[in-house]
């Protein structure tokens, strides 16, 4: 817990001081739960008032929802970094449309302890097939635990707090669609056979959350047996030999002479 500075402050823009305090409680929700985001424990890791921060957050609902946002797009943006958007594009016909809520903050940065860096010249971003390997190797590791237990934390608060249950509804859509968008990409040059990229982009995720349902519990005996379980479900999605969105896993393509699956 940080103390206050009673002494000379600096002055900060509005929307700096918005970002600095969705981050803290980004940081605060990740490492010990959205239910010890309020007001004055963020107002306390900043060192101000907590009627400064109750200034830019008036109800402590929209400030847990946005560090939900916060950390989970950060999550996103490395595991999946969005494609460029292509303007003369048609918008897809499948899944639903994301919807987007004036307060969700619109490219956060990675709050601390989620430093991947989204950056598509990585090695792995260089076609689908390898990013959707290194996908579901970055989400199979520790790195990621906390994340995972954001996300069931926050879907159960959702049963309570409206305000995120928003925000959890429209971060599901668009990892469903940032997976879809992959997969489709995937599809088109060949590298995987799939009829419905939307769907399987929903059956992929649930596998994934699916996974980590146990985090909280007896993630410990649970581990091994279902460890490779969304993978291998996204393997047989997509048409792809066992093995080949592993780690090490093979680049054998599956044959496409067939049309789609």
Not at 83 to 100: L, Q, R
Not at 128 to 147: H, K, M, P, Q, Y
Not at 201 to 208: D, E, K, S
Not at 226 to 244: M, N
Request: a negative charge; proline letters at 9%.
């Amino acid at each position: 817990m940080t103390s206050r500075d009673t002494g000379t402050r600096t002055r900060k823009a509005p929307a700096e001081r918005r970002h600095e305090i969705i981050r803290a409680a980004a940081r605060v929700g990740l490492a010990e739960g959205l239910e010890c985001v309020t007001l004055r424990r963020i107002a306390d890791e900043l060192g101000v008032q907590p009627g400064l921060v109750g200034h830019y957050f008036p109800a402590a609902d929209t400030l847990v929802a946005d560090a939900f946002t916060s950390a989970t797009m950060a999550e996103l943006d490395g595991l999946l970094p969005a494609a460029p958007a292509d303007p003369a594009a048609p918008e897809s016909p499948t899944g639903p449309a994301s919807p987007a809520h004036p307060g969700h903050p619109e490219r956060p940065s990675a709050p601390e302890g989620l430093a991947v860096p989204a950056d598509p010249d990585r090695p792995g971003h260089k076609d689908a097939l390898s990013t959707l390997r290194r996908f579901f190797t970055l989400i199979a590791s520790t790195e990621f635990d906390n994340v995972s237990k954001l996300w069931l934390n926050a879907r159960h608060l959702s049963r309570y707090r409206p305000v995120l249950r928003d925000h959890v509804i429209d971060q599901e859509l668009l990892w469903c669609r940032r997976i879809e968008q992959l997969i489709a990409t995937g599809a088109s040059a060949g590298v995987f056979r799939c009829a419905n990229p939307w769907a399987a982009a929903v059956r992929i995720l649930v596998a994934i959350d699916g996974s980590s349902a146990y985090i909280n519990t007896s993630a410990d005996t649970r581990t091994a047996p279902i460890a490779d379980l969304a993978r291998t479900v996204a393997e047989a999605e997509l048409a792809l030999p066992p093995g080949s969105l592993a780690a090490d896993g093979t680049t054998t393509l599956p044959d496409t002479s067939t049309g789609p699956r």
